[in-house]
């Protein structure tokens, strides 16, 4: 992995809500990606910090975030209803990309966005109310029929990643690959379940996301350094 001298790292607070998050950046970045995780996770989820990691050595910037503030989290612990208002979520979610968009060291990078488990239907969302800015999205293990008729209008590239033992899971995402009507791609990855826990599983997502979000996130004439 990329040495600490070629990072730069901080963590980073995105008004009006307050959330929080942290953010990578490798020198001469070429894109930056912003991740929503799942319902009962957050930005120290092992699984996205690990993507976050190949994504940054393939020169992408990575934003993890809590869409939920600290006290929300503390209410949603006993009621369990803010992690599934999807349009909450979503609406943070494009509140860090006007953020990042903004932000010095990445203001000039393309935005793509990774959404795992129900953070998929979020990152679609988001990517439907901001055609113009978000050009790619990959979803691991997600929930995409979430999204409901938001997916009709999401024009950036997605790729739909599920594990091949997760049946329910891989139905869900037929059925909304079926509705995408931007350039699209549904890959199952053998012997996965839901959280790709099995061996090798997981550097296949994260190896597949990095070439996915390369290949459609424009590469600009200058790179962004680390000052």
Not at 150 to 176: R, S, Y
């Amino acid at each position: 992995m990329p040495g600490k001298a070629q990072l730069s790292r901080r963590s980073v607070q995105i008004e009006p809500s307050g959330v929080v998050g942290d953010l990578v950046v490798p020198i001469h970045a070429r894109g930056a990606v912003i991740f929503a995780h799942g319902s009962g996770s957050s930005r120290l989820s092992s699984r996205n910090r690990f993507v976050a990691g190949v994504l940054q050595q393939a020169k992408l910037a990575t934003l993890l975030l809590d869409l939920l503030t600290v006290e929300e989290e503390q209410i949603d612990l006993r009621t369990r209803h803010l992690r599934f208002d999807i349009n909450l979520l979503a609406e943070r979610l494009v509140q860090a990309t006007a953020w990042l968009t903004a932000y010095s060291e990445t203001g000039t990078l393309p935005v793509g966005y990774f959404g795992a488990s129900t953070g998929a239907a979020t990152a679609l969302i988001a990517a439907a109310r901001l055609p113009q800015t978000i050009h790619g999205v990959v979803s691991r293990g997600g929930r995409p029929d979430l999204a409901g008729t938001a997916l009709l209008k999401v024009k950036a590239p997605t790729l739909l990643l599920v594990g091949g033992d997760d049946d329910a899971v891989i139905e869900l995402n037929e059925k909304a690959l079926n509705e995408l009507q931007c350039e699209k791609k549904l890959e199952i990855i053998p012997g996965a379940t839901h959280l790709f826990e099995e061996p090798g599983t997981l550097e296949q997502v994260a190896r597949l996301a990095a070439d996915w979000l390369q290949y459609h996130l424009p590469n600009k004439s200058h790179a962004t350094a680390v000052g």
